[in-house]
């Protein structure tokens, strides 16, 4: 069965450092989004991505943030300057496009800035 | 409240028994959908139900959707050790004809003893 995949798995910065965040949705399917929830909280939206542009963003989702397909498989997530509340664990997902359709999400990338 | 709140916050029950979870929304919505989390695990998708039905059955586990209560409950019948995770209900919401952002509430930790 088809699914969502993210790398890395895990991943650990230094304050202030770039990360990019890589995720591949599933093939067919035409809506991205990030999420992400810092531990013990709640899953809180980033992002959403369709036809190569931002559709909709949450104000968690700053300059500081950036989403990219950089080509036709790969969905990533950047941050340009990493701060500690940056800590969490970033889910990519995707969505087939028809009205209603289950959001699939990929197993997540632990984002842990020291 | 906020959208999607789970009730109980928290859920501990023996093998054999069922588990009910209830979820409360604000705003109206196109869809409502329940995910598992493993401890520290990416999201599961369970069942979606459309503002349109009532209730939605797959395999062990019932959804009932009141959109006037604005409340949806998931029952997992005949629970097994397996089924201990967090269950978070999502609320989704179309624009103009495409899939939004999804809303998660804080989820329910069930614990299923042997």
């Known amino acids: 069965e088809p699914e969502v995949t993210q790398t890395p798995s895990h991943q650990v910065t230094q304050m202030g450092q770039e990360v990019i965040l890589r995720c591949v949705p599933i093939s067919n399917h035409l809506y991205f989004y990030w999420y992400r929830q810092i531990l013990g909280q709640k899953v809180e939206f980033l992002v959403s991505?369709?036809?190569?542009?931002?559709?909709?963003k949450s104000e968690i989702f700053d300059d500081q943030f950036s989403v990219e397909r950089p080509d036709g498989s790969n969905f990533t997530l950047k941050i340009r300057s990493t701060k500690l509340e940056d800590s969490a664990m970033y889910f990519c997902?995707?969505?087939?496009?028809?009205?209603?359709?289950?959001?699939?999400f990929g197993p997540g990338t632990r984002l842990l800035v020291l | 409240s906020q959208q999607g709140e789970e009730d109980p916050q928290a859920l501990s029950i023996q093998e054999g028994e069922n588990a009910t979870m209830n979820c409360s929304y604000k705003?109206?919505?196109?869809?409502l959908q329940w995910y598992r989390q493993n401890s520290g695990r990416g999201l599961v998708h369970l069942i979606l139900?459309?503002?349109?039905?009532r209730e939605k059955h797959s395999g062990r586990l019932r959804v009932t959707l009141d959109t006037s209560k604005k409340s949806s409950s998931l029952l997992i019948t005949a629970s097994r050790a397996a089924d201990t995770a967090s269950y978070f209900c999502?609320?989704?919401?179309?624009?103009?004809?495409?899939?939004?952002?999804?809303?998660f509430g804080k989820g329910t930790k069930l614990s299923v003893k042997p």
């Open positions: 705003t109206s919505i196109n869809n």
């Open positions: 991505f369709y036809n190569n542009e931002i559709s909709e």
């Open positions: 999502a609320t989704g919401v179309i624009y103009g004809g495409s899939q939004g952002n999804l809303i």
């Open positions: 139900i459309r503002s349109n039905e």
């Open positions: 997902a995707s969505v087939r496009g028809r009205e209603g359709e289950t959001q699939y």
